[in-house]
């Protein structure tokens, strides 16, 4: 169990750093050209847009159904554009921010019989610090692991068991050898 819980952390970790990596490369390119990323279904759509170092996540759910030809995946860039601005054009219009601090933002859609939704909005560092987290962890462990006295596997203090790791179950190759 042990074992399996340090193969999901490795796992973890990989697929954080991809994250964090493709994070970082959006954040840069949408200065350059804003990335819409939109899917439609039958009555909701969602869509992700990257402009000028922020994120935001929408999802709307439309009072009748979407034209048949908007359906599906759609992929878009434009100029970028604040996120804030463009919602702030729309507030009071068809929509509220309910909250907004330090670069997150909350925020709702709504018009009477045509659709409501809601929009996150977050900055690109945010992600990509959280997205950092694991793979941190990850390298502060393999600089523990590869210290003498722990485990090579986990990263366990050995000294007070050195022939077999309580953490992960392993058996150091040095115990091994002993036998
Ligand atoms: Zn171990």
Partial sequence: MKRFRTRLFNGLALWSLLLCIATIFLWITSYFSQLDINWAGNSVSWELVISRGEMSF???????????????????????????????????????????????????LHRLTVFNGR??????????????????????????RSKPGHCMVCGYDLRATPDRCPECGSVPATANNSK
């Fill in 58 to 108: 929408s999802r709307v759910k439309w009072a009748s159904p979407i034209p048949t030809n908007n359906l599906g995946w759609n992929l878009s860039g434009v100029a970028p554009r604040s996120l804030p601005d463009q919602l702030q054009s729309l507030t009071g219009v068809i929509g509220h921010f309910r909250f907004r601090a330090f670069g997150f933002a909350f925020f709702t």
């Fill in 119 to 144: 929009q996150f909005l977050w900055p690109c560092w945010a992600l990509a610090l959280l997205a950092a987290l694991t793979p941190v962890v990850w390298m502060i462990r393999k600089r523990q």
